[in-house]
């Protein structure tokens, strides 16, 4: 800092041309305001107190290390983006460091202590979100940051996790033990991943067991670590990995499969050191009494479960007798499971981020109001079907998410307020996006607002094993679930993601029938769950079939697979 500068602001009197030394002020001050010498060694003392304490503050804030600033600046940016922010108060409250810091933590919901750099996702998101309505229970952080303890203390590598993995080779179990395992299977598409995953991980909590997550192919170039310290991937050394490929309901470890044989029963002392698990939607009768509190009993003797399945299970968690005070605990509002799990779980890598902030930025940050449709098409077929792009428009328009169009070509009376409406549509086939964005180009809307159409990618096919194809997948669940209305497709854990991630309850496309589209178009879901499409319908007091989907309030058939079960919040 200039002190000559300093000086002339303090003591305007002297010119640029009366520059005076620090023994020429000191004699010059006494005589023109009759200071005594020892008042103004004072002075002087008080004023270069206060001039150390200006430097320092502004170094302080010219090099502040942390991200706190710039998530400040930028929190700014997207607050005027966001139509929630009416106000420049508004704004200033999201600058504050508290209400920031609480913001990126997502209500408490995430652990802090992270590298950020090594996962921009984990603490920008909030940026890209408006303020969920649908806060994490007390109870729910808590169990949490217990599973993050136990996590620490059991995951790869630990002498536990060491000693454990001793116990597995030797092929029985030698008792009780501080650490058990579930391990997940990599399995399937990329929703239904994300999905199954996320139902092992509730089941983990529920448990106290340690999640561990085979990487197959490309899980940890999607997404980033979850938990402090410790790995959540399967180190590549684990002893049985070269068998999750040929595991079925017929292997003799199969859990199903040693209660079909009588192997193991309820009265079983010598358990063995692991059982697999097969819940993959061929599973068999034995297999599904995987939900039923008898057989929870002899799991949890065994310290590792290797789970393979395609299914959202956890509305069948919700019919277990000894979990469900758990989970009323956990989630008192029933329909957030996947909504708080997925945002605590599931963060893109810097990658996958890089996919959705350019996007989003480049397409979607300026709208008034973000459409999402998601279109998953089970015919077989290239397309683009015109029954549903019939189906789609009368969706959109019935619901008034979009507007019509004037195809007469008549004047159109600009509105006072034409508002931008984007539409994020997300489809294997570009067709659909192409007759959208024509529509909307060729002819004005009655309203006068402006629609823009745009789809990220349109790969033709589903390529389940390549690496890019599954990060554009999953940039673009992540873009639809920023959107502020979404219309979906039934059957599809695409959609699922996306409306759990984003806290909506879609639209649903109802499925057609002979190539026809249906009649209403589409469903408003009741509930922003995604749904079990085969779920067991098994008594397992009375020992008979019942239908699980009339049994608690909270636990119904889905809007868009009528023997599917889905979590809702009861009625009122």
């Known amino acids: 800092m200039d002190l000559s500068s300093f000086r002339r602001r303090l003591y305007p009197l002297y010119s640029t041309d009366q520059r005076l030394s620090e023994l020429e002020l000191a004699r010059t001050l006494p005589k023109r305001f009759g200071f005594g010498n020892m008042r103004l060694t004072g002075i002087f003392a008080v004023c270069l107190i206060a001039l150390s304490v200006l430097i320092t503050l502004s170094l302080i804030f010219r090099h502040q290390p942390s991200d706190q600033m710039r998530f400040a600046d930028a929190r700014v940016l997207e607050a005027r983006v966001h139509s929630n922010v009416t106000s420049l108060n508004d704004v200033n409250d999201y600058s504050k460091p508290a209400d920031l810091y609480k913001d990126k933590l997502l209500g408490g919901l995430l652990a802090a202590g992270f590298d950020e750099d090594s996962c921009l996702s984990r603490y920008q998101s909030f940026l890209y979100r408006k303020t969920a309505p649908h806060k994490p229970s007390p109870y729910l952080l808590s169990k949490l940051r217990n599973y993050e303890d136990l996590h620490i203390r059991c995951g790869p590598h630990t002498r536990s996790y060491n000693k454990m993995v001793e116990q597995l080779k030797s092929g029985h179990s030698t008792g009780s033990t501080d650490c058990q395992y579930v391990v997940w299977i990599s399995f399937s598409g990329l929703g239904n991943r994300i999905l199954t995953l996320a139902s092992a991980f509730l089941y983990a909590l529920l448990t106290n067991r340690v999640l561990l997550v085979d990487r197959g192919k490309d899980m940890d170039d999607l997404f980033c670590e979850p938990f402090p310290e410790k790995s959540w991937f399967l180190p590549l ?87 469900e005070h758990e989970l009323s605990k956990l989630f008192p509002e029933k329909e957030t499971v996947f909504h708080l799990l997925g945002r605590y779980l599931f963060h893109p890598s810097n990658h996958v981020w890089g996919l959705i902030t350019r996007y989003y930025q480049a397409y979607l940050a300026k709208a008034d109001e973000r459409i999402g449709i998601q279109i998953r098409i089970f015919d077989t077929g290239t397309g683009p079907f015109q029954y549903v792009i019939d189906q789609i428009l009368a969706c959109t328009q019935k619901e008034k998410l979009l507007p019509k169009v004037d195809t007469q070509e008549s004047v159109v009376t600009p509105a006072d307020n034409p508002k931008l409406k984007v539409v994020l549509m997300t489809s294997l086939n570009s067709g659909y996006f192409e007759n959208f964005r024509n529509m909307y180009w060729e002819h004005p809307t009655v309203t006068g607002d402006v629609v823009g159409v745009y789809q990220p990618s349109h790969e033709e096919f589903q390529q389940t094993e390549k690496k890019l194809h599954n990060r554009k997948a999953w940039a673009e669940m992540y873009l639809l679930s920023l959107t502020d209305m979404l219309v979906t497709s039934s059957w599809s854990t695409f959609g699922y993601v996306a409306q759990g991630l984003g806290g909506l309850k879609p639209w649903i496309l109802m499925k057609p029938e002979n190539q026809t589209a249906p009649d209403p178009p589409c469903q408003r879901a009741m509930s922003m769950e995604p749904c079990f499409h085969a779920p067991p319908f098994y008594d397992c007091k009375a020992k008979k079939g019942i239908d699980t989907g009339a049994l608690v309030p909270h636990v119904r058939h889905c809007e868009d697979m009528s023997w599917g079960l889905k979590v809702v919040n009861p009625r009122a």
């Open 237 to 323: 050394d684990f002893p049985i990995t070269d068998q999750f490929n040929d595991f079925n309901h017929e292997s003799p470890q199969c859990h199903g499969n040693m209660l079909k044989k009588n192997i193991i029963n309820t009265s079983t002392e010598s358990l063995p050191s692991y059982l697999y698990l097969h819940l993959i939607h061929d599973y068999q009768d034995h297999d599904k009494l995987f939900f039923c509190d008898g057989d929870q009993g002899i799991l949890g003797k065994v310290p590792w479960l290797i789970m393979k399945t395609d299914n959202y299970f956890v509305p069948s968690l919700f019919l277990i007798p000894s979990f």
